[in-house]
Each structure stands twice: as C-alpha cells, then as structure tokens.
C-alpha cells in the first residue's frame, strides 16, 4: 500500500550505467519541497530509463508471487457451478475470507469474529473508511514525524489536519507492527502512551506479518477493541494487483462503516476474494510468510552492507521488518536535484519530504527499498551508484 507506486514500475534493471544526457537543469540545486506531481515526472523519467535500478515506490518482489497457485485458484473459482466469484456479493465480503481474517487476528490476541470484518477494496480504501469516521470539523489526526505518504495525502483530502508534533489531536493513524518508512517496531511506551489518550486510532498493519523475528506483535486492537480500527492487506504478503485489505472497526461503527463502504463502492470485487478464499484453504500461507520474512531480511542484510562499504557517512538503523530503510545522509542537497541526478546515474529512490506530513526537505533523507529489484546484484549495483551520484552532487 504505497502511494509512490504508482508511478514506479521501471523496466527490468542491470549492472550497465545506461547511457544519458548530463543532470537536468530542470532541477535546481536550491528550491522548495518535491511535491507529487513533480515526482511523478521524474519517477516516470526513470520508468522510462533502461537499465534504472529502481529502490522507489514499496513493491512487493514480482519473484515472489504464486502465480501458478493463483492461476489454478482463479480456475477453480470459475469453474464453482454457482459462481458466485463472477456475481454481486455482500457490502462485507466472502464469509469465508472473513473467517479466516478473523482466525488470523485471533491467534494475535485479539477477540475477533467473522461478522467484525469487511473486506475492503485493498488497505487504502479501508483507511479512508477509518478516517471518515474519525473525521469531523477541524479533526486533527496525529502521525509519526516520517509516515505513509498515501495516508497523508487521504487525510488532507478529507479535509483533516495532519499533525506530527504530539500535540493534541482528534486521532490517531499510526503502523505499530512494522512502520512505513522507517520499518520501526512501535516500543511498549509508545504503545502505552498513544493508548493512553482514549482517541480513536486508526491502525494499519501492513507490513505485520513481514517481521523478521517472525515475532507479529499484538495488534492495538486486541488492547482497545472500542476505538482502534485496525486495517489490514494481502497486498504486501500475496500481491497487490487482487486490491484485497480489511477493516475491523469498532462494533458500535460496524453499521455506518458499512454504509460508507456501500455508498463508495457497494463491495470489494468478488473475483479476487475468491481467488484470495482459494488460495488460502488449499495453500500453506504460514509456510509462506516464513520464506517471505527470510527473503526480505536478506535483502535488507545485504543494502546494509551496501551502505556501509559505499557510503559509510549515511545513517540509518536496521528495520524490523517490511521493504525499505530509511537513510539520512552526511549532506543536505536539493533533493529534487539529487534525484533528478541520481536517475541519470541509473537508480531512484523515493525521496524524505513526501513523507512529513508539512513537507518538509530537511533533514535530508530518502527511502531505499530492497524489495523488488530483480536480482539481489542490483542491491550493490544501485548503491554504487547512487554513491557514485553522491560525490558528484553532494
């Protein structure tokens, strides 16, 4: 679930520097923040790169999804003789689906019942649910310093005011099990703390299961079942083209949850629940959470130890889980400007200011994601670069 996807789907990368004109001049080494639409310009520059490697946008590793085992549940899916996969359903979504949510969310601790969950449109649109429930006049929603850009933007959006002060605030958004992007586990005083305010709390648990410990932390909803609205997607553990999340909101809410949920969309499309309900009754999906926490803590192992040997002046700490490390360097360039140059070079990054909630470009910092190159090369390949890039702009 990740805004700056959309605009980063870069062709297949490689170890040749492709060759290309000098640094744009359309990007000043001095100005105002990278806002969207200008990364959206730039991130299509680097679509259209050949050979970029590309650590932007928070993808899931093409590698890693069962397509097969899809293929053969889509198949089966048609061939159920009432077909329900291809006909209207429920605002809700499949029962089965819920059940097996709900049973997931149980062994986690919390008290959780199939009719608690609806099946949403991917986790996106289970967040906008949460805040349009939280939301009133003037609502002040509190955040991290550093947080989910497409959250961000939502909440502006509906008119909200986004705060990451710790002043107060009308609600709470925040990633607990795995942040997005630093990949921070939330700690027991932060825990306590944003519990300890009674405010709503909107909790999307995105990148749970991807810890690498393979610890899943209690979910907030387990300790605040009255108020938390917990969001949930496959889109990070399966593949995000299903567009299949969840939404536990409090049961007092469930029914204007649902209305919402209705009015936007009248439901979740059924084809991929049913796909989704398929693949989860006949395939081991615990197994695969295993092989996937290995995967990505490999790769987040070896971009650490890219850093470190090419560019040792850059701090960072070791995520807990999900596809990216957040990185501050030793310098403060344009960032627009950096990136800009750094496509040039052969790689993008997603750069700091998108996500702060006011925007702002310093402290210089950018978003490395080791999730989706195409070979686990390409992790020092994209670093040398981008180190190379480094000394040129810096």
Not at 3 to 17: D, E, G, K, L, Q
Not at 144 to 163: C, H, K, Q
Not at 282 to 311: I, K, P
Request: hydrophobic letters at 40%; one cysteine or more; aromatic letters at 8%.
């Amino acid at each position: 679930m990740d805004v700056t996807a959309y605009a980063t789907n870069p062709p297949p990368s490689s170890h040749t520097r492709p060759s290309q004109a000098p640094i744009s001049r359309d990007a000043p080494r001095s100005g105002q923040r990278l806002g969207l639409g200008r990364f959206e310009t730039l991130t299509r520059r680097a679509a259209d790169t050949p050979g970029l490697i590309s650590f932007a946008g928070g993808l899931p590793a093409p590698g890693e999804f069962p397509r097969s085992k899809l293929a053969a549940s889509f198949v089966r899916a048609l061939q159920t003789p009432s077909c329900p996969a291809l006909q209207y359903g429920w605002p809700e979504g499949d029962e089965d689906l819920r059940s097996w949510i709900a049973g997931q969310l149980r062994r986690r601790g919390a008290s959780v019942t199939r009719d608690d969950v609806i099946v949403t449109s991917g986790a996106q649109q289970a967040v906008s649910l949460a805040a349009q429930m939280v939301r009133g006049p003037d609502a002040r929603i509190g955040v991290d310093p550093e947080s989910y850009p497409g959250a961000l933007e939502l909440f502006r959006a509906l008119g909200a005011t986004v705060i990451d002060d710790g002043s107060h605030v009308d609600a709470h958004y925040l990633m607990p099990a795995v942040s997005n992007p630093r990949g921070r586990r939330l700690s027991p005083h932060g825990r306590a703390k944003v519990l300890s305010t009674l405010r709503p709390i909107i909790e999307d648990d995105a990148y749970a299961d991807l810890c690498f410990d393979g610890a899943v932390p209690r979910p907030l909803l387990a300790e605040a079942p009255d108020r938390v609205f917990h969001v949930g997607t496959f889109s990070k553990t399966l593949c995000p083209g299903l567009r299949v999340g969840w939404l536990v909101p409090p049961r007092a809410l469930r029914a204007d949850v649902l209305k919402l949920k209705q009015a936007d969309d009248l439901q979740a499309a059924s084809l991929p629940q049913a796909i989704l309900e398929d693949y989860l009754r006949n395939e081991d999906f615990d197994q695969r959470l295993v092989r996937l926490r290995e995967f990505y803590a490999r790769r987040a192992a070896r971009m650490e130890q890219a850093l470190r040997r090419y560019l040792p002046g850059w701090r960072f700490e070791s995520p807990a889980g999900g596809f990216a490390i957040w990185v501050e360097p030793d310098a403060e360039p344009n960032e627009a400007f950096f990136l800009a140059a750094a496509i040039e070079h052969g790689v993008a990054f997603d750069p700091g200011s998108l996500f702060r909630a006011n925007g702002a470009v310093t402290p210089f910092a950018l978003r490395l994601c080791f999730s989706s190159v195409s070979r686990d090369e390409d992790l020092d390949e994209g670093v040398r670069r981008l180190a190379r890039c480094w000394a040129e702009v810096a």
